[in-house]
T-cell receptor, first 115, second 110 residues
């Protein structure tokens, strides 16, 4: 069964609204979770590293004020896309691992469409 | 240099063929790797783990070559359902340095 749960699986929203995506580790604690974005026919790109109890680390070119990350517990990280625009439409995926030597487990992804 | 690099392909092979992909890696201290499979419009799913002795699971064989610093995935008797993008990755702890490449795209043709 899934060890990382992501919700919602898909969302359609209007331009200017905010969307929150949740990522939960189901049977392990994750001090670190990762958020990715994937545009059609492109590679999976790391957006940010979510650190429990501290600020997220963002990759170059990713706006931290637009993509708000909160990792308030060892099993939950949230990504909020603020003031979404059509160009934010993409497939957002989170991942986590229990230990440094464990494989990454991915959430089922969230397909965001901004109209 | 990226921590892990893959040949993006695409690899188009007939059903029943044997196909192999490689990933090269730069961190010589890496002890293990993982192969993931990503279907179109889906999240990556763990396919196999690769440790020093390699790993075999049915038609799939994964090897870790420390001397040459590459990981390989061999698929025998390929099926149409094997068509996907295959990603290799180090353990989760070092994912901070990893940006997944495009992976290796495989299409098995009837």
């Amino acid at each position: 069964g899934a060890v990382v749960s992501q919700h919602p699986s898909w969302v359609i929203c209007k331009s200017g609204t905010s969307v929150k995506i949740e990522c939960r580790s189901l049977d392990f604690q994750a001090t670190t979770m990762f958020w990715y974005r994937q545009f059609p026919k492109q590679s999976l790109m790391l957006m940010a590293t979510s650190n429990e109890g501290s600020k997220a680390t963002y990759e170059q070119g990713v706006e931290k004020d637009k993509f708000l990350i909160n990792h308030a517990s060892l099993t939950l990280s949230t990504l909020t896309v603020t003031s979404a625009h059509p160009e934010d439409s993409s497939f957002y995926i989170c991942s986590a691992s229990g230990t440094d030597n464990s494989p990454l487990h991915f959430g089922n992804g969230t397909r965001l469409t901004v109209t | 240099r990226k921590e892990v690099e893959q040949d993006p392909g695409p690899f188009n092979v007939p059903e029943g063929a044997t196909v192999a992909f490689n990933c090269t890696y730069s961190n010589s201290a890496s002890q293990s790797f993982f192969w993931y499979r990503q279907d179109c419009r889906k999240e990556p799913k763990l396919l196999m783990s690769v440790y020093s002795s390699g790993n075999e699971d049915g038609r799939f064989t994964a090897q870790l070559n420390r001397a040459s610093q590459y990981i390989s995935l061999l698929i025998r008797d390929s099926k149409l359902s094997d068509s996907a993008t295959y990603l290799c990755a180090p353990p989760g702890g070092s994912a901070r340095q990893l940006t997944f490449g495009s992976g290796t795209q495989l299409t098995v043709l009837p």
